[in-house]
Protein backbone atom coordinates (compact mmCIF):
# COMPACT_ATOMS: atom_id res chain seq x y z
CA UNK A 1 0.00 0.00 0.00
CA UNK A 2 1.54 3.55 -1.00
CA UNK A 3 1.60 6.73 0.56
CA UNK A 4 -1.66 8.69 1.56
CA UNK A 5 -2.70 10.89 -0.93
CA UNK A 6 -2.66 14.53 -0.62
CA UNK A 7 -3.80 14.81 3.28
CA UNK A 8 -1.38 15.46 5.82
CA UNK A 9 -3.49 16.57 8.52
CA UNK A 10 -5.44 13.03 9.33
CA UNK A 11 -2.89 11.72 11.34
CA UNK A 12 -4.49 14.35 13.94
CA UNK A 13 -7.56 12.14 13.95
CA UNK A 14 -5.78 9.32 15.90
CA UNK A 15 -4.14 10.51 18.93
CA UNK A 16 -7.54 12.68 19.23
CA UNK A 17 -9.71 9.95 19.14
CA UNK A 18 -7.33 8.57 22.23
CA UNK A 19 -7.47 12.00 24.10
CA UNK A 20 -11.81 12.28 24.00
CA UNK A 21 -11.87 9.39 25.78
CA UNK A 22 -9.90 10.74 28.44
CA UNK A 23 -12.87 12.98 28.82
CA UNK A 24 -15.74 10.47 28.32
CA UNK A 25 -15.37 6.86 26.92
CA UNK A 26 -18.63 7.33 25.35
CA UNK A 27 -16.74 9.29 22.86
CA UNK A 28 -14.97 6.07 21.85
CA UNK A 29 -17.95 5.03 20.14
CA UNK A 30 -17.16 7.95 17.62
CA UNK A 31 -15.09 5.38 15.82
CA UNK A 32 -18.32 4.26 14.20
CA UNK A 33 -18.15 7.01 12.02
CA UNK A 34 -15.27 5.82 10.07
CA UNK A 35 -17.05 2.22 9.73
CA UNK A 36 -19.40 2.80 6.72
CA UNK A 37 -17.36 5.23 4.41
CA UNK A 38 -15.07 2.86 3.53
CA UNK A 39 -17.49 0.24 2.28
CA UNK A 40 -19.64 2.54 0.45
CA UNK A 41 -16.63 4.48 -1.13
CA UNK A 42 -15.34 0.90 -2.14
CA UNK A 43 -18.86 0.34 -3.52
CA UNK A 44 -18.76 3.72 -5.62
CA UNK A 45 -15.51 3.72 -6.63
CA UNK A 46 -14.61 0.07 -6.93
CA UNK A 47 -11.51 0.96 -5.31
CA UNK A 48 -10.23 1.33 -2.18
CA UNK A 49 -10.68 5.16 -1.87
CA UNK A 50 -10.92 5.25 2.08
CA UNK A 51 -7.59 3.26 1.93
CA UNK A 52 -5.54 6.06 -0.77
CA UNK A 53 -6.52 8.66 0.33
CA UNK A 54 -8.72 9.37 3.88
CA UNK A 55 -7.85 6.79 6.51
CA UNK A 56 -6.46 8.61 9.27
CA UNK A 57 -4.90 5.81 10.63
CA UNK A 58 -2.85 5.24 7.58
CA UNK A 59 -1.92 8.75 7.54
CA UNK A 60 -0.70 8.43 11.36
CA UNK A 61 1.34 5.16 10.59
CA UNK A 62 3.03 7.00 7.58
CA UNK A 63 4.34 9.89 10.31
CA UNK A 64 5.11 7.17 12.66
CA UNK A 65 7.11 5.62 10.52
CA UNK A 66 9.60 8.26 9.67
CA UNK A 67 11.56 6.70 12.60
CA UNK A 68 10.80 3.01 11.30
CA UNK A 69 13.45 0.37 10.67
CA UNK A 70 11.82 0.55 7.10
CA UNK A 71 12.53 -3.24 6.41
CA UNK A 72 9.71 -6.08 4.51
CA UNK A 73 7.81 -7.58 6.63
CA UNK A 74 8.40 -11.16 6.72
CA UNK A 75 5.74 -13.26 4.27
CA UNK A 76 3.91 -15.15 6.73
CA UNK A 77 2.88 -12.04 8.67
CA UNK A 78 1.44 -10.27 5.52
CA UNK A 79 0.06 -13.31 3.38
CA UNK A 80 -3.27 -14.04 2.62
CA UNK A 81 -2.96 -16.54 5.81
CA UNK A 82 -2.34 -13.59 8.32
CA UNK A 83 -4.86 -11.59 6.35
CA UNK A 84 -7.53 -14.45 7.14
CA UNK A 85 -6.24 -15.15 10.52
CA UNK A 86 -6.59 -11.18 11.54
CA UNK A 87 -10.14 -10.54 9.95
CA UNK A 88 -11.38 -13.60 11.63
CA UNK A 89 -10.11 -12.75 15.29
CA UNK A 90 -11.56 -8.99 14.20
CA UNK A 91 -15.18 -10.96 13.78
CA UNK A 92 -14.75 -12.97 16.96
CA UNK A 93 -13.91 -9.58 18.72
CA UNK A 94 -17.11 -7.86 17.30
CA UNK A 95 -19.29 -11.10 18.13
CA UNK A 96 -18.07 -11.04 21.77
CA UNK A 97 -18.78 -7.56 21.92
CA UNK A 98 -22.18 -7.63 20.68
CA UNK A 99 -23.24 -10.82 22.52
CA UNK A 100 -21.51 -9.12 25.83
CA UNK A 101 -23.32 -5.46 25.50
CA UNK A 102 -26.67 -7.53 24.53
CA UNK A 103 -25.69 -9.93 27.71
CA UNK A 104 -25.19 -6.70 29.98
CA UNK A 105 -28.13 -4.70 28.07
CA UNK A 106 -30.90 -7.44 29.41
CA UNK A 107 -28.95 -7.53 33.08
CA UNK A 108 -27.66 -10.94 32.77
CA UNK A 109 -24.02 -9.61 33.27
CA UNK A 110 -22.29 -6.57 34.62
CA UNK A 111 -20.69 -3.97 32.08
CA UNK A 112 -16.70 -4.87 31.69
CA UNK A 113 -15.34 -0.92 32.26
CA UNK A 114 -11.86 -1.95 31.95
CA UNK A 115 -9.43 -1.56 28.90
CA UNK A 116 -8.35 -5.19 27.49
CA UNK A 117 -5.89 -5.79 24.45
CA UNK A 118 -6.46 -8.63 22.87
CA UNK A 119 -9.96 -9.40 24.22
CA UNK A 120 -8.41 -10.85 27.36
CA UNK A 121 -5.67 -8.74 28.44
CA UNK A 122 -6.81 -6.45 31.24
CA UNK A 123 -5.05 -3.39 31.68
CA UNK A 124 -4.21 -2.40 35.34
CA UNK A 125 -5.50 1.15 35.65
CA UNK A 126 -8.49 2.97 34.43
CA UNK A 127 -9.11 5.48 31.97
CA UNK A 128 -9.27 8.97 33.47
CA UNK A 129 -12.78 10.59 33.08
CA UNK A 130 -12.90 14.28 33.09
CA UNK A 131 -16.57 14.60 32.52
CA UNK A 132 -19.59 12.99 34.47
CA UNK A 133 -22.32 11.86 32.66
CA UNK A 134 -25.33 10.65 34.67
CA UNK A 135 -27.80 7.84 33.84
CA UNK A 136 -25.69 6.54 31.44
CA UNK A 137 -26.85 3.04 30.52
CA UNK A 138 -24.15 0.26 31.42
CA UNK A 139 -24.31 -1.25 28.30
CA UNK A 140 -23.32 1.87 26.88
CA UNK A 141 -20.65 2.14 29.12
CA UNK A 142 -19.71 -2.02 27.88
CA UNK A 143 -19.51 -0.94 24.33
CA UNK A 144 -17.45 2.01 24.82
CA UNK A 145 -14.82 0.56 26.33
CA UNK A 146 -15.17 -2.61 24.10
CA UNK A 147 -14.66 -0.23 21.34
CA UNK A 148 -12.18 1.68 23.10
CA UNK A 149 -10.31 -1.30 23.66
CA UNK A 150 -10.59 -3.24 19.79
CA UNK A 151 -9.30 0.50 18.58
CA UNK A 152 -6.77 0.74 20.71
CA UNK A 153 -5.13 -3.05 19.96
CA UNK A 154 -5.03 -2.73 16.38
CA UNK A 155 -3.58 1.06 16.65
CA UNK A 156 -0.61 -0.73 19.07
CA UNK A 157 -0.14 -3.82 16.73
CA UNK A 158 0.02 -0.96 13.75
CA UNK A 159 2.37 1.18 15.14
CA UNK A 160 4.81 -1.81 16.72
CA UNK A 161 4.00 -3.38 13.05
CA UNK A 162 5.09 0.36 11.41
CA UNK A 163 8.25 0.96 13.78
CA UNK A 164 9.92 -2.48 12.78
CA UNK A 165 8.74 -2.81 9.20
CA UNK A 166 7.59 -0.55 6.43
CA UNK A 167 5.22 2.22 7.92
CA UNK A 168 2.02 1.06 6.72
CA UNK A 169 2.85 -3.12 7.10
CA UNK A 170 -0.53 -2.96 9.31
CA UNK A 171 -2.52 -2.51 6.17
CA UNK A 172 -1.54 -5.76 4.57
CA UNK A 173 -3.75 -7.43 7.07
CA UNK A 174 -6.12 -4.58 8.01
CA UNK A 175 -9.68 -6.53 8.28
CA UNK A 176 -10.97 -3.39 6.04
CA UNK A 177 -8.87 -3.90 3.79
CA UNK A 178 -9.53 -7.47 3.10
CA UNK A 179 -13.18 -6.55 3.32
CA UNK A 180 -13.19 -3.75 0.62
CA UNK A 181 -10.87 -5.96 -1.13
CA UNK A 182 -13.05 -8.76 -1.15
CA UNK A 183 -16.01 -6.85 -1.92
CA UNK A 184 -14.60 -4.97 -5.08
CA UNK A 185 -13.51 -8.69 -6.12
CA UNK A 186 -17.23 -9.72 -6.14
CA UNK A 187 -18.71 -6.65 -7.86
CA UNK A 188 -15.99 -7.10 -10.70
CA UNK A 189 -16.81 -11.04 -10.65
CA UNK A 190 -20.49 -10.78 -10.39
CA UNK A 191 -20.71 -7.83 -13.19
CA UNK A 192 -22.03 -5.19 -10.94
CA UNK A 193 -19.15 -2.99 -11.35
CA UNK A 194 -19.82 -2.35 -14.79
CA UNK A 195 -23.24 -1.76 -14.05
CA UNK A 196 -22.82 0.67 -11.00
CA UNK A 197 -20.27 3.02 -13.40
CA UNK A 198 -22.99 2.66 -16.17
CA UNK A 199 -25.66 4.45 -13.31
CA UNK A 200 -22.98 7.13 -12.33
CA UNK A 201 -22.29 8.19 -15.76
S1 LIG B 1 -5.85 -0.83 5.30
FE1 LIG B 1 -6.88 -0.24 7.22
S2 LIG B 1 -5.43 1.11 8.27
FE2 LIG B 1 -4.72 0.89 6.17
S3 LIG B 1 -5.62 2.59 5.08
FE3 LIG B 1 -7.07 0.94 4.85
S4 LIG B 1 -8.50 1.11 6.53
FE4 LIG B 1 -6.75 2.40 7.01
Not at 68 to 96: D, E, H, Q
Request: some cysteine; charged content about 15%; hydrophobic content about 45%.
Amino acid sequence: MGKIEGHTLLFVITPTYFALSFFHIILALSALVCMGPPFYLAYRDQKKTWCRSICPRADFLQKIGRISRRKSAPKWMVGNKARRAVLGYFCMNFLFVTMSTIAVATGRVEPIEKIRLLIVLELPWNLPQLISVHALPAWVSHLSYRFYSIILTSTLIGVGLALRYKPRTWCAVCPVSTMTGNMIRNLERTGRSSEINSRAS
